[in-house]
């Protein structure tokens, strides 16, 4: 009896053990679960709708949970506070500026809070600063969407059956050119159009190509005018000359033009002896009359210079004369030797 006693109460001993055991882990796995044995602080949000958020839930930052909701509560008829309770190691990595909103774990898991943002080397968050939130779109929304996009989907695929069916018909401009022929033509034509104006403009860049080789060899005039600055001077000075002479030549006509005009001109002396024949004769028969009264004046001389009055100082005179023609080379030898003596 003793014996069978003794092991009931082993094996009482070992199920009450067991249930501690289990007790114990189950305490630990909820106590971790809700940051009971780790250092928090806590952060607080204010949201328009929560959209199912319940105490307990997880809180994600940069996709890792750091914390749970402690605390929901209506501040007024629509305002809720949101308090979450974050593991003092994520401390330093949020910023005063990052904000929060209510998202969900997978496309229908459990709702959960998401702190993202935040500038980097901004002050960290301290316990009790409350975060920017934001409006997260949430199930319904999305539903709402997706129904607005599969409108929105299928009004396009009914214009495009629409287009589609014109075209097969042959309206309008794609429809026409895929199903007549003479566009088509017509369409090649103007093809082959540009492609020969191309071909034209091609040969054209390639004879400027060579005229610009041609113009950049030495030696050319272009070249010359316009890298040799020396050359370009020279044929400016000689531009500026043939202006000068092409002035010059011009006064000249217009002098000419004067002396003719003058000479036509009957009032002066110029125009009368080419104007009227018989000034002309009687200018003629003036100057015969003075080359006549000249040569008698010499006989009339040579007379004077045979009579005996007079002989004596007219070779007095020459005597004179021929002395003076006899001094003068001898003059001129002194004053050469004289220069070179110098």
């Known amino acids: 009896m003793k014996a069978v006693q003794y092991k009931h109460g082993v094996i009482v001993g070992l199920f009450i053990f067991l249930a501690l055991g289990i007790m114990v882990i189950g305490v630990l796995t909820l106590g971790g679960q809700q940051n009971v044995f780790k250092k928090t602080v806590t952060l607080n949000a204010a949201f328009n709708d929560v959209s199912g958020l319940q105490e307990g839930n997880n809180v994600w930052f940069a996709g890792i949970k750091a914390g749970i909701v402690k605390k929901i509560a209506f501040a007024d008829h629509s305002r809720v506070d949101v308090q979450m309770k974050i593991e003092k190691r994520f401390q330093k990595f949020i910023s005063k500026n990052a904000k929060v909103k209510v998202g969900s774990d997978g496309l229908i898991g459990n709702r959960i809070v998401l702190i993202y943002g935040g500038t980097t080397g901004d002050a960290p968050v301290n316990s009790g600063d409350t975060l920017k939130s934001e409006i997260a779109l949430n199930s319904s929304q999305m539903m709402n969407t997706l129904q607005e996009s599969n409108e929105n989907l299928s009004t396009i695929t009914s214009n495009l059956k629409d287009v589609s069916q014109k075209v097969a018909h042959g309206e309008g ?170």
């Open 173 to 342: 401009s794609i429809g026409k050119l895929l199903t007549q022929d003479s566009l088509a033509r017509y369409l090649i034509a103007v093809a082959n159009s540009l492609n020969y104006s191309s071909k034209n403009i091609e040969l054209l860049t390639m004879n400027l190509a060579t005229f610009t080789e041609k113009m950049q060899r030495h030696g050319v005039l272009a070249n010359e005018l316009v890298t040799d600055t020396t050359f370009f001077s020279r044929l400016k000075s000689a531009s500026l000359q043939i202006k000068q002479a092409s002035e010059n030549a011009q006064q000249l006509t217009n002098n000419l033009a004067q002396v003719s005009y003058k000479l036509r001109d009957s009032s002066n002396v110029a125009g009368v002896v080419f104007q009227d024949q018989q000034t002309a004769t009687n200018l003629r028969t003036t100057l015969e009359n003075l080359q006549s009264g000249t040569k008698k004046f010499d006989e009339t001389m040579e007379a004077l210079q045979h009579n005996f009055l007079v002989r004596g100082y007219f070779r007095k005179r020459a005597k004179e004369q021929s002395q003076n023609q006899v001094q003068a080379p001898t003059q001129n030898t002194g004053q050469g030797k004289m220069a070179k003596t110098q």
